[in-house]
């Protein structure tokens, strides 16, 4: 499909910022808006907004990445085992695309959607209190991790933050060192995937030269924000309500109409 340079473009980029900008301060790359977002916009599903949603997944978290690094916010013993898993994987998952019938992949994203959001708001009211896990545990967590996050992220075109996040929170991690070190997970993640189908022809260079810069400049500033003045409990909250409303979208289109067939 062939993309004139119009207003759309600038919609485009304009939500592609806004979209950066709140999901880097989880250290997600936003993937689980992207794809809905432009499939909205009629942008084919499995040949643009998947492709185009794990490039910019890895554009926002590889962006946000080098703020919380500074901040010492970044867990390379657990979070390289699981990144060098996650970059495996995510080209089986970006191969077995083209296999699923559409309206299951929408399901399942917006399943898994569903628990990342029930979770966040859960642990919203509960205190942090941050564990250090034994390295061991940590590396064999990670393989783990990453090996699902991968697969399940380039399969849905999400880049899998929404599953990393959660369960580094549920093993001990405090808010800003699991965005940190989801940021890690998930950039090497979505280049994987992204170049697996990039390498089958499925993007277009315009459109996601646009996209790149208003990502770049979304998830800097999302991360300061995380690292200098966002509470935890306030970064959960606004993330489950975020889910809860593109879940909810998701499966009241497959119910209600054809749109995504």
Excluded: C
């Excluded at 250290?27 to 009629?42: E, I, N, Q, S, T």
């Excluded at 299951?104 to 009211?125: E, H």
């Excluded at 001990?172 to 089958?200: D, K, N, P, Y």
């Excluded at 315009?206 to 306030?234: C, D, E, H, N």
Aim: net charge positive.
């Amino acid at each position: 499909m062939v993309f004139a340079l119009s207003s759309q473009y600038l919609t485009i980029s304009a939500l592609v910022f806004g979209i950066a900008l709140v999901f880097s301060m989880l250290g997600l790359g936003g993937g689980m808006l992207y794809v809905p977002v432009f499939k909205w916009l009629d942008l084919p599903l499995k040949t643009v907004a998947i492709p185009l949603g794990l490039l910019l997944n890895g554009v926002t978290t590889a962006s946000a990445l080098t703020r919380y690094a500074r901040e010492g916010l970044v867990d390379y013993r657990g979070g390289l085992p699981a990144a060098l898993a996650a970059s495996a994987a995510a080209p089986v998952g970006a191969h077995v695309t083209q296999y699923v019938p559409k309206d299951l992949l929408v399901l399942l994203f917006a399943g898994l959607t569903l628990l990342a959001a029930f979770y966040s708001l859960k642990s919203a009211a509960a205190p942090e209190t941050p564990k250090t896990m034994s390295h061991r545990r940590r590396f064999a967590i990670g393989i783990m991790l990453g090996s699902g996050e991968g697969f399940i992220g380039a399969l849905l075109g999400v880049g899998g933050g929404f599953i990393v996040a959660p369960v580094l929170m549920m093993l001990g991690f405090g808010t800003r060192q699991a965005a940190g070190t989801t940021a890690l997970i998930v950039t090497f993640a979505s280049v994987s995937g992204f170049i697996a189908h990039a390498a089958e022809g499925r993007i277009d260079p315009t459109l996601a030269s646009l996209t790149v810069i208003a990502a770049l400049a979304g998830s800097q500033l999302g991360a300061w924000f995380t690292a200098k003045r966002a509470k935890p409990a306030w970064v959960k909250r606004l993330y489950a309500l975020l889910l809860l409303g593109v879940a909810s979208k998701l499966i009241l289109d497959v119910w209600s109409s054809s749109t995504w067939r």
